[in-house]
């Protein structure tokens, strides 16, 4: 009788999905209309995958899954804008400022 006995468990579906080509193509359209983009890749977690977030000029930005870092970096050298690792260089100030300004007038674009 194995009544005390772990059961190895299926792991769990993540709550996540994998990264697909309309990830890609928004992060395109977002380089693609705004100015100064650069792009930070962010790692895996318990809970999501591999993201990219891109920050423009102004703050704005976007995040999206990725399959990996090196796809993330392949993505960035594709369109020719800068890739940083945030584990190293931390969010940039414009993307805070730029959510703190959303937090105060949220009506605006």
């Given amino acids: 009788m194995a009544l005390f006995r772990r059961r190895k468990q299926a792991r769990p579906e ?4 994998a990264s ?3 990830d ?3 992060l395109e359209n977002f380089v693609r209309t705004r100015r100064g983009v650069e792009a ?5 977690t318990t809970v999501t995958e591999t993201t990219v977030i ?13 399959d990996s870092p090196e796809g ?3 993505f960035a050298h594709k369109l020719a804008i800068p890739v940083y690792d945030v584990r190293l260089m931390g969010y940039p100030q414009r993307m805070r400022d ?5 937090k ?3 009506h605006l674009p």
Avoid: Q, S
């Fill in 40 to 44: 930070f890749i962010e790692p895996r």
């Fill in 14 to 17: 993540g709550r996540d999905r």
């Fill in 104 to 106: 105060r007038r949220p």
């Fill in 54 to 66: 891109l920050i423009a000029d102004d703050g704005e930005w976007t995040r999206r899954r990725v």
């Fill in 98 to 102: 730029y959510n703190e300004r959303r």
């Fill in 72 to 74: 993330a970096r392949r």
């Fill in 20 to 22: 697909d080509r309309a």
């Fill in 24 to 26: 890609l193509e928004h």
